[in-house]
């Protein structure tokens, strides 16, 4: 750990902690060989990578506090991340601010702690308490993560998320992604691919509701020529140009229902005949599907198959709007930021925090396509290097401010008199409170005069207090 002390693990000790610069020397060492630890300090990155190379160390912590080193030091993340994939990685941050915090999980950390006691909980958490030696096969606990192919986020919904995708990608099982417009389900497809036996095959995909009905079953299936007017050559289709990779069908729920029927008994029998064609092929393919329709209301209603559904709705995985993580701002901020300001030649922007307070606050009906677009257009229009709140949108501005005024007046209204009343009897107790009883004392603290103090005291019944 640069500026403090790495945790070593060695045959004879338990478990791994770290102590870092700002803590206690003696209390924080009485602590750790107590609990069975045995860390080592190094002075720069390179002795510390040495001695993990040499070593059998099981956990790293990285001090990135700029007030102590005058800098981040996320190099010394990467350099780490580099070494070993699987190393506990954890960025001690006691000073950070939340967008900084961002920055040292997407820099590779696995984890950040702001104090001693998040950082024990932190290495508590990467490490088993039981010794290595009892236990050589046993599992190290799941890392965090900050991304997942090109999918940002670090939330509980997004860990989810991830689980699943990882849990699906290496069968060849058929997938429904369910999630709504924005929130990113072809990423999750393309994921799913790209981690799975079928990454350097076809991928072929298909939006069902970006083409007219009397175009989208040629290029679903294909055509031979003179099939139709206008069809002067054969083209194969979509699931045919599958072959041996994934077939991604989106917006599945616009397929019209004959279209449904035939794509059934492609999917039954693994074959597809061209749109004017008297033979069959045999495609090899994984089917994987999205929608962010409500399935089993169409099918109640007739509007989608009852046994293309059941086909086609084997694994589903739901796509967390960006209203239910809102702690991914942050990261997704920073990643949008630096993509858009490097397409465009301008220097690294950066948003202030109440900047990004507001935009935690947003409802993002769009979900992160909505968002993507608002940091692109502040990327654009915005001189200053920082960007504050003034400069979003004013529409954004004023959802905030709905909000705030929400939680202060509820809807139904309020009696405003009752309502002054009761904080200014709460006043009262708390300064009385902390006068000990004493009213001329507590007077003093609420900058009122006695006789008031008495009559407000007369008036709420609060005559006595201890």
């Not at 993560?145 to 670090?154: K, M, N, T, V, Y």
């Not at 970006?210 to 079953?217: R, T, V, Y």
Request: proline fraction near 4%.
């Amino acid at each position: 750990m640069i500026g403090g002390r790495a945790a070593v693990q060695t045959r004879e000790v338990r478990r791994i902690a770290a102590m870092v610069t700002g803590f206690t020397p003696k209390l924080a060492m009485d602590q750790m060989e107590t609990a069975g630890f045995h860390f080592l300090e190094f002075a720069s990155r390179g002795e510390m990578l040495s001695a993990m190379k040499q070593s059998k160390v099981h956990a790293a912590v990285v001090h990135c506090d700029q007030a102590v080193n005058g800098s981040c030091d996320f190099d010394t993340l990467v350099e780490i991340r580099k070494l070993s994939a699987d190393m506990p990685l954890i960025a001690l941050m006691p000073n950070a601010a939340q967008i900084s915090l961002a920055d040292a999980l997407r820099f590779g950390a696995d984890r950040v702690a702001r104090n001693e006691l998040e950082l024990k909980d932190a290495l508590n958490l990467a490490l088993n308490e039981t010794p290595v030696s009892a236990q050589p096969q046993a599992p190290r606990p799941v890392t965090l993560r900050s991304s997942l192919c090109d999918l940002i986020g670090g939330s509980e919904p997004m860990q989810r998320l991830y689980d699943a995708i990882l849990r699906v990608a290496d069968s060849n099982t058929t997938v429904m992604i369910r999630g709504e417009s924005g929130t990113g389900k072809e990423l999750v497809a393309r994921a799913i691919v790209a981690l799975g036996p079928r990454a350097n095959k076809p991928f072929v995909g298909l939006n069902c509701a970006a083409l007219p009905e009397a175009l989208i079953e040629s290029e679903l299936f294909g055509h031979e020529k003179g099939a139709f007017t206008g069809a002067v050559i054969s083209r194969p289709g979509h699931i045919e140009m599958a072959h041996g990779g994934t077939l991604f069908l989106d917006e599945i729920a616009t397929l019209p229902v004959a279209l449904q029927t035939k794509l059934l008994r492609v999917l039954e029998d693994r074959a597809v005949q061209r749109l004017g064609g008297s033979g069959s092929k045999k495609i090899d393919f994984r089917l994987l599907t999205a929608t962010n329709e409500n399935l089993e209301e169409m099918v109640r209603t007739g509007r989608f198959r009852e046994d293309l559904y059941y086909r086609i709705h084997v694994v589903p995985i739901c796509v967390p709007p960006l209203r239910e993580r809102t702690e991914d701002i942050a990261l997704l901020a920073d990643h949008f930021i630096r993509i858009y300001c490097a397409a465009n030649n301008v220097p690294t922007k950066r948003l202030d925090l109440e900047t990004l307070e507001v935009l935690e606050e947003g409802s993002w009906q769009g979900n992160i396509r909505e968002f993507e677009n608002l940091i692109q257009r502040l990327v654009l229009m915005v001189e200053d290097k920082t960007i504050c709140a003034y400069h979003l949108p004013e529409q954004i501005l004023y959802t905030s401010a709905r909000r705030h005024e929400s939680l202060l007046i509820p809807t139904e209204g309020l009696d405003f008199d009752r309502e002054m009343e009761r904080i200014e009897a709460a006043y009262l107790r708390a300064a009385l409170l902390r006068a000990a009883g004493k009213k001329t004392v507590a007077a003093g603290l609420l900058r009122i005069n006695d006789q008031r103090m008495k009559y407000l005291c007369r008036k709420y019944k609060i005559e006595k207090e201890s």
